[in-house]
């Protein structure tokens, strides 16, 4: 099993930027598929991004491509999620997730959240107006 550690949640004014990280433990964390969902008060889980084993293929949600950006350093077993140019509905937890399932194992599987074994325990996103 994998544990999942985020980090680099807080408050930003809209158009600011954050960084997120998301640490992992084990030493198996290159085999995962990783992923990025979020959860606004009073609504479902949403997918928000991911990327494949080696870093190579990443897809993201419309309501933040071209903003927010995914990537992983596989050496030091962490997912970044870099927030840029924030709007108040990005406001959330924001949940790090991880799949043992190949990235290229069929179109758009990792847009599920039942597709994911691993959960960190979210941290929060706020984005005033």
């Known amino acids: 099993q994998v544990q999942l550690v985020e980090s680099g949640g807080g408050l930003v004014q809209a158009g600011g930027s954050l960084r997120l990280s998301c640490a992992a433990s084990?030493?198996?964390?290159?085999?995962?598929?990783m992923g990025w969902f979020r959860q606004a008060p009073g609504k479902e889980r949403e997918f928000v991004t991911t990327?494949?084993?080696?870093?190579?293929?990443?897809y993201y949600a419309d309501s933040v491509k071209g903003r927010f950006t995914i990537s992983r350093d596989n050496a030091k077993n962490t997912v970044y999620l870099q927030m840029n140019s924030l709007k108040p509905e990005d406001t959330a937890v924001y949940y790090c997730?991880?799949?043992?399932?190949?990235?290229?194992?069929?179109?758009?599987?990792?847009?599920?959240?039942?597709?994911?074994?691993?959960w960190g325990q979210g941290t929060q996103v706020i984005v005033s107006s």
């Open positions: 084990g030493r198996t964390f290159s085999s995962y598929t």
């Open positions: 997730a991880a799949s043992p399932r190949d990235y290229y194992s069929g179109y758009g599987w990792y847009r599920i959240r039942n597709e994911f074994n691993y």
């Open positions: 990327i494949s084993r080696s870093g190579a293929g990443t």
